[in-house]
């Protein structure tokens, strides 16, 4: 990496998973602690989410619980990121697809480097589930830190 790219933030994705903590402690260990980081956590509406409408599920007022929760979610994050020894901040967004939000935020952002964590799906499940981390790295230039 450059110099200008060390000194850009760190766009952590978050969504909670031993995996997101790992990615998190991973960075701890190959990146610069003292950088400023960013930990996101992306939110999809209740529209978005499969069989919402067949479910019966209204997003009326739903949405601003969802939010509140990916906020919180970000707060603990954060809060890991900073106790390795990064200057984090957290930040919910919404997306649908989540890779995509996570993409534009990092460019938004200017963000040095993504990091996220890998669910490790394989076989049919990487078919069926898709795989945020491996969607995010294809579709943007900027390095992403995959941790599994």
């Given at each position: 990496?450059?110099?200008?790219t060390?000194?850009?933030?760190?766009?952590?994705?978050?969504?909670?998973?031993?995996?997101?903590?790992?990615?998190?402690?991973?960075?701890?260990?190959?990146?610069?602690?003292?950088?400023?980081?960013?930990?996101l956590?992306?939110?999809?509406?209740?529209?978005?989410?499969?069989?919402?409408?067949?479910?019966g599920?209204?997003?009326?007022?739903?949405?601003?619980?969802?939010?509140?929760?990916?906020?919180?979610?970000?707060?603990?994050?954060?809060?890991?990121?900073?106790?390795?020894?990064f200057?984090?901040?957290?930040?919910?967004?919404?997306?649908?697809?989540?890779?995509?939000?996570?993409?534009?935020?990092?460019?938004k952002l200017?963000?040095?480097?993504?990091?996220?964590?890998?669910?490790?799906?394989?076989?049919?499940?990487?078919v069926?589930l898709?795989?945020?981390?491996?969607?995010?790295?294809?579709?943007?230039?900027?390095?992403?830190?995959?941790?599994?």
């Open positions: 990496m450059t110099d200008t060390e000194n850009r933030p760190i766009l952590f994705a978050y969504d909670g998973s031993r995996h997101a903590k790992a990615a998190i402690r991973e960075a701890g260990r190959q990146l610069r602690n003292g950088r400023p980081a960013i930990v956590t992306v939110w999809r509406p209740v529209a978005a989410l499969p069989l919402a409408t067949a479910a599920l209204s997003s009326v007022g739903r949405e601003d619980s969802i939010e509140h929760e990916a906020l919180c979610l970000a707060e603990e994050g954060a809060e890991l990121a900073r106790s390795i020894g200057d984090a901040e957290p930040l919910a967004e919404e997306g649908d697809p989540v890779w995509r939000r996570i993409i534009d935020s990092a460019e200017d963000a040095g480097i993504v990091v996220m964590g890998s669910h490790g799906h394989t076989g049919i499940g990487l069926l898709g795989s945020t981390a491996a969607a995010a790295a294809r579709h943007t230039d900027r390095p992403v830190l995959i941790a599994h």
